[in-house]
């Protein structure tokens, strides 16, 4: 891998998250972030910071954002 790239790792029915292991080397100080989870089943859209399940919920997360409504 090259600096600032992502890996995504999955499993099938017959792996157990207890079972997956991951190494990684590197000649430089390497920061990695591990995060797992069930999948969902629902769609996925991203823009930005946002993550929600339609383009409409991501322009009404920006809206809500701007108009300072986050933390309320």
Known sequence: M???QVAFLTHDDTTSISEVRMTATSKEP???LLFGGLPIG???VAKGP???NT???IKQA???YQAGLFGI
Request: aromatic share 12%.
């Open 2 to 4: 090259k600096k600032d």
């Open 30 to 32: 390497l920061k990695a």
């Open 42 to 44: 629902e769609p996925v």
């Open 50 to 52: 946002f993550v929600m």
């Open 55 to 57: 383009r409409e919920e």
């Open 62 to 64: 920006y809206a809500d």
